[in-house]
Nanobody
């Protein structure tokens, strides 16, 4: 039973920063974790992923601004978001890959004002 829980969303002005967290503690091994986002009227898109070994991948739209990291012992993932833009506004979802399945959190709202 895996229940990812996101936190850290909120309202911020353009150019500001936020740090998102996702925790999925339990007696299981997480292969990979990732952040996705979905804006109203748009498809859900990949933001960043990180494997257990630490390999990262970023969407082109966030490269150089966002940093994904992971605490394997706590099954916790972070997304440091800097230089935020209005088009970063979306619900951000944590995805946990474990036990040959994907598990999604409920999402946390990030709103960037211009």
């Amino acid at each position: 039973q895996v229940q990812p829980v996101e936190s850290g969303g909120g309202l911020v002005q353009a150019g500001g920063s936020l740090r998102l967290s996702c925790t999925a503690s339990g007696s299981f091994t997480i292969n990979a974790m990732g952040w996705y986002r979905q804006a109203p009227g748009k498809q859900r898109e990949l933001v960043a992923t990180i494997t257990k070994a630490g390999t990262t991948d970023y969407a082109d739209s966030v490269k150089g601004r966002f940093t994904i990291s992971r605490d394997n012992l706590r099954n916790t993932m972070y997304l440091q978001m800097n230089s935020l833009k209005p088009d970063d506004t979306a619900v951000y979802y944590c995805k946990v890959s474990a036990m040959m399945r994907d598990y999604w959190g409920q999402g946390t709202q990030v709103t960037v004002s211009s």
